[in-house]
């Protein structure tokens, strides 16, 4: 690509407020917007759906590369259905941050997630795109909150939703999934020597795009 369209990274842990935050960027500068770890979830999903176990790679693999996935401004759609929700349950979280865990589902994912990258920009949420799907991004940014704010926000999307949700178990997944996140092999949650890290414990959602804007506009 001779003039590729510049793209905002923004990774981090689970439930670090990146989604919010990375939408909200892409609304502000009228770019698309890649939510990488719904792939992951959508592969995790389809699996489950079909009986394929969740570390058997050349079948997920396979999966990831063939996955039928709609995303348009609200709705998620796997194979026609809609799994906007659905896909954001815990026994999903779990399954997705397992079947991330294998280098031939990522392999398989590259290119559908490149693909997003169109002008007038990309904003990307995930925990690898400023390390190894967009590693010339014009901007890249780390995300934290501390676990237990983490939980608390996750506890509140969950309850305003209508679904059940317990404190200690979330908290309990939430470093669950961390520890899965950033020990694994493939693509480990880290952050990148040329990223920003932006701890949003305590910090309101808009003050936090600003910051990104802002970082963004100062390039
Ligand atoms: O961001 P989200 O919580 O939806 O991601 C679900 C899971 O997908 C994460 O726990 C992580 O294991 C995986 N993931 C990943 N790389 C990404 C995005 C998500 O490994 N770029």
């Not at 699996?47 to 063939?66: F, H, K, Q, S, Y």
């Not at 589902?105 to 390390?131: K, N, Y």
């Not at 679904?163 to 908290?171: F, I, K, T």
Request: with cysteine; hydrophobic share 45%; charged share 30%.
């Amino acid at each position: 690509m001779s003039n590729p369209a510049p793209v905002i990274a923004i990774d981090g842990p689970s439930a670090s407020g990146k989604g919010t935050v990375a939408h909200k960027v892409a609304e502000a500068l009228g770019f698309h917007f890649l939510d990488s770890g719904a792939l992951y979830r959508l592969v995790a999903m389809a699996a489950m759906n079909r009986g394929i176990e969740l570390d058997d790679a050349p079948a997920l693999a396979a999966l990831a590369l063939d996955l039928d996935a709609r995303f348009d401004s609200s709705t998620i759609k796997l194979d026609g259905h809609d799994v906007t929700d659905a896909i954001r349950e815990e026994r999903v979280s779990g399954a997705a941050s397992k079947v991330a865990a294998l280098q031939p589902v990522r392999d398989a994912l590259l290119a559908r997630q490149r693909a997003f990258r169109e002008a007038p920009g990309l904003v990307a949420d995930g925990r690898d795109m400023g390390s190894v799907v967009f590693p010339d991004a014009t901007l890249k940014i780390f995300l934290t909150a501390d676990a237990a704010e983490r939980a608390r926000r996750r506890y509140k999307q969950l309850i305003e939703k209508g679904m059940s949700a317990r404190m200690d178990v979330l908290l309990q997944e939430i470093r669950d999934r961390d520890a899965r996140d950033s020990k694994r092999a493939a693509a480990p949650l880290q952050k990148c020597a040329d990223a920003v890290e932006l701890d949003t414990t305590g910090i309101p959602v808009d003050a936090a795009v600003a910051q990104v804007l802002a970082l963004y506009r100062g390039k």
